[in-house]
């Protein structure tokens, strides 16, 4: 029996594949962490392919690149940076604790670690978190999220944050 390349992509779409990585590429992600840019999630997504409707380019690398583009328009660029560095850093953190990871954990992680980075994106500075951004700011994180791409998961975090903000300041 010949197994034709479209079965083979179809199954690979079907099944949810699971990676582990070695040191050395972990290693080599760590490096890609940055403030100023976006190349862990390309670098992830090389090591760990997931397609471009996965988590870490179809999300990740996309909002990344949004937000990085648009940095410039905001009036707190230390809480997008520490943003930015806490996700990278959280899915990194979390890449070694099992012996597999599969898109839809990755997925997980990745929608799991927002909230926690967007309230505190730099722990040793509690006063740079989303609640103490300016109202006009916080319109423009809302604007971009929703006009990359509208998700529910998009929409029921921005909302967690705003009512993590209204009922705790």
């Known amino acids: 029996m010949i197994i034709s390349p479209r079965l083979v992509l179809l199954l690979l779409c079907i099944v949810d594949i699971a990676w582990s990585l070695s040191t050395d590429q972990l290693a080599l992600l760590e490096s890609t962490i940055n403030e100023n840019s976006c190349e862990f999630y390309s670098s992830l997504e090389k090591l760990m392919p997931c397609g471009k409707n996965g988590y870490v380019i179809g999300f990740g690398y996309r ?4 937000y ?9 660029t230390k809480w997008q940076n520490g943003v930015r560095v806490c996700l990278q850093r959280t899915m990194l953190s979390k890449l070694p604790t099992i012996s597999e990871a599969s898109c839809s954990q990755i997925s997980e992680w990745g929608f799991d670690s927002h909230f926690g980075c967007y309230m505190h994106p730099i722990p040793d500075s509690p006063e740079i978190n989303f609640c103490h951004l300016k109202s006009m700011d916080i319109i423009k994180i809302g604007w971009i999220a929703t006009s990359k791409l509208l998700k529910q998961e998009v929409l ?11 009922t705790h300041n």
Do not use: M, P, S
């Open 63 to 66: 909002y990344c690149e949004a």
């Open 68 to 76: 990085l583009d648009a940095r410039n328009e905001f009036n707190d």
């Open 156 to 166: 029921n975090q921005f909302l967690k944050l705003i009512k993590q903000c209204t």
